[in-house]
């Protein structure tokens, strides 16, 4: 794949050595260490070859973790990276198989201690970052709990919600009814001092974090087996959300999940929000 066409030219007359500046597409691989291999022949190329293994430590961190705390729910196994497409940089051209990206795996490994406990604080390119890597492993981790299709892809973004740090996040961030409900399932089990799924260390509570996942798992498999219970969740939380643009509603608290007319396009944004999903 050809991402830009630059100049070899020298780094200076004193040092002896040359240099290249890379495509931005390649910014987020800054500081990585590179081989450099001469590939000669009647049209030679010279390769840059980085070292991923930082980045591969991150996807197996997390799935880790993913383990230990789904584990009172059900087992998921060990990291199956054979489940996965493994990219250098985001692409929407891939294989179908749930998409891991080095490049994002490299921001957290730079920007996050192999001890953290949580409680960093993350610029909203690494949060963002972390939050491409935990989606795609909680998919995974959904489909080992039982969950399929949709479903399954809306655990792992929900997933991801809960991992991003609370200073990333805002209201625009929850922008799906189930990363709402799953937030407010979390909150509710581990109270508004844990803000934060610390899918790189310790739980600060793993007994309240366990609580709280056996819940959100227990809610998305009674989406899938009673989509109709999907539906209705999702007409409240847009007739409420529809309400809170307005200006007719604070959210101060989660509402429970109940029955209600189909809202009206008025509503606002949220209402193209894919209705359906259990039936995709």
């Not at 260490?33 to 591969?56: F, M, N, S, T, Y």
């Not at 990291?79 to 940089?89: C, D, G, H, R």
């Not at 101060?252 to 359906?276: F, Q, W």
Request: charged share 20%; with cysteine.
């Amino acid at each position: 794949m050809l991402i830009g066409i630059r100049k070899i030219r020298s780094a200076g007359h004193a040092s002896g050595s040359i240099e290249i500046t890379l495509p931005p597409e390649l910014a987020p691989l800054e500081g990585a260490d590179c081989r450099i291999l001469l590939r000669d022949g009647a049209r030679p190329e010279i390769a840059l070859q980085p070292d991923l293994a930082p980045a591969v430590a991150v996807f197996a961190r997390i799935w880790a973790h993913l383990r230990s705390l789904l584990k009172p729910i059900g087992d998921i196994g060990d990291f199956p990276i054979q489940e996965f497409e493994v990219v250098l940089l985001p692409t929407e051209h891939h294989s179908g198989r749930m998409l891991l990206v080095y490049s994002q795996a490299w921001q957290v490994s730079r920007a996050v201690s192999p001890t953290a406990t949580g409680g960093e604080r993350y610029s909203r390119a690494v949060a963002e970052a972390l939050s491409g890597v935990v989606a795609p492993l909680g998919v995974v981790a959904g489909r080992r709990l039982g969950l399929t299709g949709a479903v399954a892809a809306a655990f792992g973004a929900s997933l991801a919600s809960l991992a991003v740090p609370s200073n990333c996040s805002s209201m625009a961030d929850l922008d799906s009814f189930e990363d709402n409900m799953t937030r407010r399932a979390w909150l509710e089990a581990c109270g508004h001092g844990a803000l934060l799924l610390n899918v790189l260390g310790p739980q600060p509570d793993e007994a309240k974090a366990h609580q709280a996942l056996r819940r959100i798992v227990g809610q998305f498999r009674m989406w899938q087996e009673r989509p109709d219970q999907h539906e209705l969740g999702w007409a409240q939380w847009c007739q409420d959300l529809g309400a809170w643009t307005s200006g007719s509603l604070v959210p101060a608290k989660a509402s429970s999940v109940r029955g209600g007319e189909r809202p009206a396009a008025s509503d606002g944004a949220a209402m193209t929000k894919r209705r359906n999903w259990c039936y995709d």
